[in-house]
């Protein structure tokens, strides 16, 4: 009997779930161990940032998926894995072995240092498991703001992830207390925008802003917390009361105890066949991975891979070749901007409108639904 184990419950273990769900293996035990059964998919998560929809209408019942599966779910995430021994440590204290491992843990983030007492209040967007939380706080104490006062929340990354959850976050908050003033700033270290998007979604992109309120700072990197706002790389002040942090994505803490091969910023270095490099029986994919040539941190590449990585494990358990996946040169990318709108970005063609943000919310929705038991009235 080979031991598969599956380490977090990102995107592409719902497609080798389903995979194995569909056709089992007979032969073959599967372990998904994660920090929590209910896994959010990170498409839908401006939806609800935005108040649009609840938390639980964007995830994915990771312990449902692996009942289909004939899978074991573990309540408990991976804090070291030992190649050698061929075997990971859980937070509870559980040990597994395995023959077989694949990781799909996602990335986190570098939090900014902080200097002072009066700092403002920090919301960081990931890890994403735990998002849920940092923005209840938030908004439980948006709540306390006395009626007439000002706000300035200021965003530090101008990717998509940065202005999409600052258009969100922006949305919302001004929704729960219409009677503060909310103003919005985004720093971006790019001179531009979206800076892997072409010039007409960048254009998009700038206009949804502009009518947002938002201003933006280009060539502007924001390095630490200090009293009253975010100071940057040149040293200057920026006044802020609420800070979203989107930028600086790293690998988890605790790859770095294992002897996994990683790059400079933590990612696992991963072959074209999503074996991990060295160690041809552990696979990763998703955000925690870091691909030749570079893949830009977005779910999207998660679930392009989910498949492949399905086929390969199979593969993998059995003693055959793995084969490789290709990743595809141009991806679709929505993006929402608030308003009951959003822009759709493919290469350097862009549109926008309401009707894209329906159909966002019908692929994602659909996305969803694919990997869940239908809901019980």
Known sequence: MQHLLLIGAGHAHAFVLEAFAKQPEAELAITVVSDSPLAAYSGSVPA???????????QIDVAALCQRAGARFIDS??????????????????????????LNVGSTLTLPEQHGQHLPQLLAMRPLSSLHYRWQSLRDDVEQLPPGASQRVVCVGG?????????????QLRHQRPDVSWQGHLLSASPKLLPEAGRLPRWLMQRALAKTGIRIHSRVRGEALVDGGVVTHEGKHIEADIVLWATGAVGHRWLSDTRLPLDTQGFIQVEKTLAVVGHPTILAAGDCTAFDPPLPNAGVYAVRMGSRLAGNLRAACRGETLSAWQPPKRVLALIGTGGGRAIASRGAMGVSGRWVWHWKKRIDARFIARFNPPFED
């Open 159 to 171: 990717g998509a992830a940065g202005c999409e959850t600052l258009m969100s976050v922006m949305e």
């Open 77 to 102: 995430p991976a804090v070291t894995l030992d190649t050698s021994a061929r075997q990971v440590t859980l937070a509870n204290g559980d040990v597994l072995h395995f023959d077989v491992a694949s």
């Open 48 to 58: 609800w940032l935005a108040g649009e929809c609840t938390l639980r209408e964007t």
